[in-house]
């Protein structure tokens, strides 16, 4: 065991607990990974793939009786911090920051099967086609926050930084105009839920570079805030702003220079 001791140590900067012994005892993740199994200095290393439950039986028998132990990983670097529509990712760090954990549609009701661990989500990005609910404790308790689109700083949220034990990501319904930071939709979306106009987002200003439109709508989007400035009109989705420009009450680039935006009932603009 002390060789295990010796691995736990050098790497204790760097892993994170997934489940517990007992209740909440499945480590989720995805491919092969070393798991540490114990609970002070006195740990069982094994390698597991796809995930383990974290009891005794797993880990050759028990490295430390009389004690409540868990298990620990190496948590996946954040290769790609981007969600596709129907994610979520969590982030270690305030904005989007450390290890991350992509979630699909489903529920998550603990860090082992959320594959992360318990009380350490910072921040948060949003795919356009989902919403995602975090929540204090196991099984959506404790107090929830729903999301629908990024947070780069959680402590100033009702559902506080380092305090998610569970989560749901759910699909949403579809906006009639959706203004998102990243081409191809990704990065998070700025929404219109009806027909109108408004400013956009907190945290979205100057930051837009593509568009969705809902069938039988399209939208007018502002260089600067109260529907001021140059001006276009979109009445399909478009991909990606690069090389865009405003066309009408004057030009200029249009991406990431948008402040305000409308919605309208009908393919062209017009109210």
Same mark, same amino acid.
């Not at 002390?2 to 995805?30: K, P, R, Y």
């Given at each position: 065991?002390?060789?295990?001791?010796?691995?736990?140590?050098?790497?204790?900067?760097?892993?994170?607990?997934?489940?517990?012994?007992?209740?909440?005892?499945?480590?989720?993740?995805?491919?092969t990974k070393?798991?540490?199994?114990?609970?002070?200095?006195?740990?069982? @290393?094994?390698?597991?793939?796809?995930?383990?439950?974290?009891?005794?039986?797993? $880990?050759?028998?028990?490295?430390?009786?009389?004690?409540?132990?868990?298990? +620990?990983?190496?948590?996946?670097?954040?290769?790609?911090?981007?969600?596709?529509?129907?994610? @979520?990712?969590?982030?270690?760090?305030?904005?989007?920051?450390?290890?991350?954990?992509?979630? =699909? @549609?489903?529920?998550?009701?603990?860090?082992?099967? /959320? =594959? $992360?661990?318990?009380?350490?989500?910072?921040?948060? %990005?949003?795919?356009?086609?989902?919403?995602?609910?975090?929540?204090?404790?196991?099984?959506?308790?404790?107090?929830?926050?729903?999301?629908?689109?990024?947070?780069?700083? /959680? &402590?100033?949220?009702?559902?506080?930084?380092?305090?998610?034990?569970?989560?749901k990501v759910?699909?949403?319904?579809? +906006?009639?105009?959706?203004?998102? %930071?990243?081409?191809? +939709?990704?990065?998070?979306?700025?929404?219109? @839920?009806?027909?109108?106009?408004?400013?956009?987002?907190?945290?979205?200003?100057?930051?837009?570079?593509?568009?969705?439109?809902?069938?039988?709508?399209?939208?007018?989007?502002?260089?600067? =805030?109260?529907?001021?400035?140059?001006?276009?009109?979109?009445? &399909?989705?478009?991909?990606?702003?690069?090389? /865009?420009?405003?066309?009408?009450?004057? &030009?200029?680039?249009?991406?990431?220079?948008?402040? &305000?935006?409308?919605?309208?009932?009908?393919?062209?603009?017009?109210?």
């Open positions: 065991m002390e060789e295990a001791v010796a691995m736990l140590q050098a790497f204790q900067e760097d892993i994170h607990q997934c489940a517990v012994e007992g209740s909440s005892n499945w480590c989720n993740f995805s491919g070393s798991v540490y199994y114990g609970a002070n200095s006195c740990y069982a @290393i094994e390698q597991k793939s796809n995930g383990v439950e974290c009891i005794n039986e797993n $880990f050759g028998g028990d490295p430390l009786p009389g004690v409540q132990k868990a298990c +620990y990983i190496q948590p996946d670097s954040c290769s790609n911090p981007n969600p596709s529509s129907n994610e @979520i990712v969590l982030f270690e760090n305030n904005d989007y920051g450390g290890a991350c954990k992509h979630l =699909g @549609i489903g529920e998550y009701p603990n860090p082992g099967s /959320l =594959g $992360f661990t318990n009380d350490s989500v910072s921040s948060i %990005k949003v795919g356009s086609e989902v919403k995602g609910t975090l929540c204090k404790d196991d099984n959506f308790s404790g107090g929830c926050e729903e999301f629908t689109g990024d947070d780069s700083n /959680l &402590s100033d949220n009702s559902i506080g930084d380092n305090q998610v034990s569970s989560a759910e699909s949403r319904p579809g +906006y009639p105009v959706t203004l998102y %930071k990243d081409p191809n +939709y990704a990065g998070g979306g700025c929404a219109i @839920i009806g027909a109108g106009w408004t400013n956009i987002c907190d945290g979205y200003n100057d930051t837009a570079s593509s568009i969705k439109i809902q069938s039988g709508w399209s939208g007018r989007v502002w260089e600067h =805030g109260n529907r001021e400035g140059a001006s276009r009109c979109f009445t &399909s989705d478009v991909s990606d702003f690069s090389g /865009l420009q405003f066309n009408e009450n004057g &030009s200029g680039n249009l991406n990431d220079a948008i402040s &305000s935006f409308a919605a309208y009932q009908q393919s062209n603009c017009h109210l």
